[in-house]
């Protein structure tokens, strides 16, 4: 499996005047750079495919849902721009040859409510309807949409590899899977070994995060377990280490970091990869 790091590691936004993160990902020995797309147009983005050719560094990108990229919303002038933010990051996939783009494409980071079941409804409807449009692009351009499950202090809408399955399941396209982040499904599943068995085939991507978002292998989840299942299940894709260590305001806040969650982003880094190369390579 290759291992790869998020962008968010180290800044937010990603821009060009951040470039040397690639140099730092690619000399500590990673095989992957995870693009966060805050803001596209702080990116020179044949720059970035240039450099990451010629580094021999491979990309996935990644979403950043704010309030105004909210595709459940009930105004919809929110769900036009959450739509469009999300065919705009195809076209990015596509441009850098990655893979696949991931993130909640359902709803935006942070909205936490208790609303009553037919709002909930209404909502994911409208979710539906945007996400049959989003995979026609990602169908054409050969790209997976990669959706990802946050946990109940981030969002409302999708928590579990069950109601993941159940809103991919329902829009029936095979550019449409799943991506699993281990720091949510700790909070989230009872069993992360077996919520990876169950995704089978609808596992696109993996953010392999310990339990509170610092350095893997620092903590106690379960990688040994988590290993033996993606193995059991065949997976070919990465796995990314994506935390925060220089979050915008927004993004703070959203995802409830209030502190430093490693001595510095390049410890993190360094001894992150460290832990995955010899759990999932050796």
Request: proline share 4%; net charge negative.
């Amino acid at each position: 499996m290759n291992i790869g790091i998020s962008t968010f590691v180290w800044v937010s936004p990603f821009s060009t005047a951040s470039f040397d993160i690639l140099r730092k990902a690619k000399d500590i020995g990673y095989d992957v750079i995870e693009i966060a797309v805050e803001d596209r147009e702080l990116i020179d983005w044949a720059v970035l495919r240039k450099t990451c050719r010629e580094m021999d560094l491979s990309v996935t990108v990644s979403g950043a849902f704010g309030m105004d990229r909210d595709i459940s919303n009930e105004l919809p002038e929110i769900r036009a721009n959450g739509l469009s933010y999300i065919i705009d990051c195809l076209e990015i996939a596509s441009e850098l040859e990655s893979p696949l783009f991931g993130g909640p494409l359902y709803s935006a980071v942070g909205k936490t409510r208790l609303v009553p079941e037919r709002q909930k409804q209404q909502e994911r409807q409208w979710c539906l309807d945007n996400l049959y449009q989003a995979v026609q692009r990602a169908e054409a351009l050969g790209v997976t949409l990669a959706l990802e499950p946050l946990n109940r202090f981030e969002t409302d809408m999708v928590n579990t590899v069950d109601q993941a399955i159940a809103l991919v399941d329902e829009v029936g396209s095979a550019q449409l899977k799943i991506l699993l982040d281990t720091f949510h499904s700790n909070i989230e599943e009872k069993n992360i070994p077996a919520s990876i068995i169950k995704l089978g085939s609808r596992l696109a991507h993996i953010q392999a995060n310990e339990n509170d978002r610092g350095t893997p292998g620092t903590g106690h989840l379960d990688w040994v377990g988590i290993c033996d299942a993606l193995q059991t299940i065949g997976y070919q894709g990465s796995l990314v280490i994506e935390t925060f260590g220089a979050p915008s305001k927004e993004l703070a806040r959203a995802a409830s970091i209030w502190r430093p969650l490693a001595a510095s982003a390049d410890e993190l880094a360094e001894e992150g990869f460290a832990f995955l190369k010899k759990t999932f390579t050796a």
